[in-house]
């Protein structure tokens, strides 16, 4: 009897101590006072595993809000639709980011809040939303994934090179390659002679060199004052240069000058030659005329004169009367 009274008291104890552990877990889960919280939208377009809701929602380490739902979006079924819960204090400013964080030992996720900063104002309700939109940072798991992809796209061209390069064909090239390498190597040891000898003479070559370097140093000097008489030749031959631009500059304006001139002067002799033509077109019958009658007076007195030898004393007396004619 008394084992059964003990019984029974052992399970009416195993029952309060598992009513009073249930209570504590749903204190500790749910707690005691309702906390105000404010709604946001989030647009995820890689994968959500290890996402589940009521997972934390973190800014800074520090629990702020939980998931209250997640699911395909019924518009774009290509992109993730999660509903958050962030308590009412919670400073949602513009320039904040969500990032998914997967932990890497239990697979279990949660959203962290990162960046904007004080004084940035609140995050607007975009049109056609119906909650606050919170922009999206790529996950580490999902950096991570496109640089593997990367990195092995680049292993992969890498192979598909070293393939190349490591055909037959390229093989046989590179094995004539080092049978020439060692064709050259043997030439150049069997002339190893003739390069020392080359090797002194420009060692004594550079002796001769030092042993003259003060005569170096001197046409060295002299080059450089050969220079600067060159630059001064160089600058008197642009001066010459003006002033032979001026010079032929004046003699143009000369031969202009003569040009203007030498054209006055055949316009003058154009004058002069109509005035002598008018003048001889005036002038010349009268002159033709005056001819004409002293040819007349040289024939007359010429006529005189010869009467005068024939007959000098008609001079005194007059000329002899003619003889009279037949019948007077």
């Known amino acids: 009897m008394r084992s059964q009274v ?58 702020v809000g939980k998931v209250a739902k997640v699911g395909l979006d019924p518009i774009n079924p290509w992109r993730v639709k999660v509903l958050i819960d962030l308590n009412e204090d919670t400073p949602v400013v513009e320039g904040m980011r969500a990032e998914l964080i997967v932990s890497a030992i239990t697979w279990v996720g949660y959203l962290e809040l990162s960046g904007g900063s004080n004084g940035n104002a609140s995050i607007p309700i975009i049109e056609g939303d119906e909650y606050p939109r919170i922009p999206v940072k790529r996950s580490l798991s999902t950096r991570l994934e496109n640089v593997f992809d990367t990195l092995t796209d680049r292993i992969e061209k890498i192979s ?54 003060g005569d170096l140093n001197a046409t060295f000097v002299n080059a450089a004052a050969i220079s600067d008489n060159l630059a001064d030749m160089t600058a008197n031959l642009a001066s010459l240069s003006k002033r ?78 003619r003889p009279a004619g037949p019948g007077e």
């Not at 598909?160 to 094995?175: A, E, G, I, P, Q």
């Not at 304006?253 to 004058?271: C, F, M, R």
């Open 6 to 63: 003990r019984y029974a008291i052992t399970g009416i104890f195993v029952i309060i101590l598992t009513l009073a552990m249930i209570a504590a877990i749903m204190w500790m889960t749910l707690g005691t006072e309702k906390i105000a919280t404010k709604r946001y939208v989030i647009y995820m377009t890689e994968s959500v595993a290890g996402l589940a809701e009521k997972a934390p929602v973190k800014m800074r380490g520090v629990d």
């Open 160 to 213: 598909r090179r070293l393939t190349t390069m490591l055909s037959v064909k390229n093989l046989d090239h590179f094995s004539n390659t080092l049978n020439n390498l060692e064709k050259v190597t043997s030439l150049l040891s069997d002339e190893s002679g003739g390069l020392q000898k080359g090797l002194d003479s420009i060692a004594l070559l550079g002796t001769i060199i030092e042993d003259h370097k």
């Open 244 to 321: 032979m631009e001026t010079s032929v500059s004046l003699l143009d304006g000369t031969l202009k000058t003569i040009s203007q001139s030498t054209s006055s002067i055949g316009h003058l002799a154009e004058d002069g030659t109509t005035i002598v033509r008018q003048f001889g077109q005036q002038m010349i019958p009268s002159l033709q005329t005056t001819l004409n009658e002293l040819n007349q007076l040289a024939e007359d007195g010429q006529l005189l004169l010869q009467d005068i030898q024939a007959n000098p004393q008609s001079l005194l007396f007059g000329s002899a009367p």
